[in-house]
Structures are given as structure tokens and as C-alpha cells.
């Protein structure tokens, strides 16, 4: 079945980058989205950034200027490109697809910024 796999995720200190990287099962140009999300405890999963099949990009505002999503169609995975990280970024990432009849989620990778 299909299946996004994320890799990347960690510890890393105030200021400092970390990539994040979201594998798909098959070629990704079956999916019209990719994305990321992120949730912490107590709190609604939030859109982190989108990048459709068109290459149109979609970030959050507090994310903006300091991210960057992209999409790798010979290694079929959605990047997700972190950088001036804060503490308020700690989070669980969640890997996001959709294509015209369904969607998938990733399992989560757990991204901590320490101060």
C-alpha cells in the first residue's frame, strides 16, 4: 500500500537548521499536494507548508522567510528545508499528500528546539 516514510527529525539548538524529508511509495506525481503539518500537545494540527503538483507554494506566517518546501521527483519525497529555528518551532512534523480521490499521513518524526 501506499506509504510516506519521514526522516530528519531530531534535536537541535535555537538558530541552528535541520531538514526534514518525506519519502512516497511510487512516483509522487500522482499526489496534486504535499506538505507538511505540525501539532504539540493540547493543540490543533497546523499547516506548516504545501507545495502543489504545479510547484505553487503555500507557508505559514510564522514560518515564512525561514523555511522552504520542495519537492524531489527522482527520489519521489517532499523536502522540508528548516532554518533559524525556535524554540516555539518544537513540535511533531507530519508529512501530508493528497491526490484526487484520497490522502495520506505520515506517522510523525518529532522536531525539538532547544534554547
Known amino acids: 500500500q501506499a506509504q510516506l516514510v519521514e526522516s530528519g527529525g531530531g534535536v537541535v539548538q535555537a538558530g541552528g537548521s535541520l531538514r526534514l524529508s518525506c519519502a512516497a511509495s511510487?512516483?509522487?506525481?500522482?499526489?496534486?499536494?504535499m506538505g507538511w503539518y505540525r501539532q504539540v500537545p493540547g493543540n490543533q494540527r497546523e499547516l506548516v507548508a504545501t507545495?502543489?503538483?504545479?510547484?505553487?507554494?503555500n507557508y505559514a506566517d510564522s514560518v515564512k522567510g525561514r523555511f522552504t518546501i520542495s519537492t524531489d521527483n527522482a527520489k519521489n519525497t517532499v523536502d522540508l528545508q528548516m532554518t533559524s529555528l525556535k524554540v516555539e518551532d518544537t513540535a511533531v512534523y507530519y508529512c501530508?499528500?493528497?491526490?484526487?480521490?484520497?490522502?495520506?499521513w505520515g506517522q510523525g518524526t518529532q522536531v525539538t528546539v532547544s534554547s
Open positions: 511510487g512516483s509522487i506525481s500522482r499526489f496534486n499536494t
Open positions: 501530508y499528500a493528497r491526490y484526487t480521490l484520497s490522502f495520506l
Open positions: 507545495i502543489t503538483r504545479g510547484g505553487t507554494t
